[in-house]
């Protein structure tokens, strides 16, 4: 992205939210996988978009990609990837629970009804999507203080140091505390947890979902 487009893009996120973007990275950043001895994420239980319970031992026994979302975002087109993904790998054991969040810059101000809408009109998605959820802050949902213990951030993939910057800068300004700790960065963060539940890999926003398929691929063996 050239300088002048890319400060651009910095004012206008900085105004409103983000700007068109689905810049793909050279390298994924993949945390270390981290090994529970519990049945740890099979024990909570969410809310799916009609607002119903669902206990997430619903999916013991395949491999789970975790996403936060929004609509209203840069990163938005990402659904395209992931509903390609889905329907590649869903007869393997794979599944995708989508849950919108609206804490970065309000990119997700609808009603769980109007999400869901937005998401089968736009991208045609097919996988789960679930109750609008905080994922960061004294209001986060259990699963994501789950996932972040098990995966704690392990920083920006490389060659993404402009957008991880851009970000900073925004949670700074905005003062989220969201640039801190183990702290979900932005819309689309995502998490890939193996069949049994107990290996969990964070991958960060700027991470397409194609350039995932390694990693999912080998949790499917």
């Given at each position: ?7 651009a ?14 810049k ?33 031992a ?37 599944e ?63 060659g ?62």
């Amino acid at each position: 992205m050239k300088k002048a487009l890319f400060l651009a893009v910095v004012a206008l996120m900085m105004a409103t939210s983000c700007n068109n973007q689905n810049k793909k990275t050279e390298q994924v950043v993949e945390t270390e996988p981290v090994v529970e001895q519990t049945s740890g994420i099979y024990d909570i239980t969410v809310k799916d978009i009609d607002g119903s319970d669902v206990s997430l031992a619903n999916y013991k026994g395949k491999v789970l990609l975790i996403v936060n979302v929004a609509s209203k975002c840069g990163l938005t087109p990402q659904y395209e990837a992931l509903e390609a993904l889905y329907l590649k790998y869903k007869d393997q054991g794979f599944e995708i629970l989508a849950f919108p969040c609206n804490q970065f810059l309000g990119q997700e101000p609808g009603t769980n009804e109007e999400i869901q809408s937005f998401c089968s009109l736009n991208y045609n998605v097919t996988f789960p999507l679930f109750d609008k959820i905080d994922v960061n802050g004294e209001h986060e949902s259990p699963l994501y203080t789950y996932l972040k213990e098990q995966a704690p951030f392990k920083g920006y993939p490389e060659g993404t140091e402009e957008f991880a910057a851009m970000l900073d800068e925004i949670h700074q300004k905005t003062g989220t505390g969201f640039d801190q700790g183990d702290a979900i960065r932005w819309n689309f963060g995502k998490f890939l947890v193996s069949r049994d539940g107990k290996t969990i890999l964070r991958f960060e926003p700027m991470v397409t979902p194609d350039m995932m398929e390694e990693a999912i691929e080998e949790m499917l063996k």
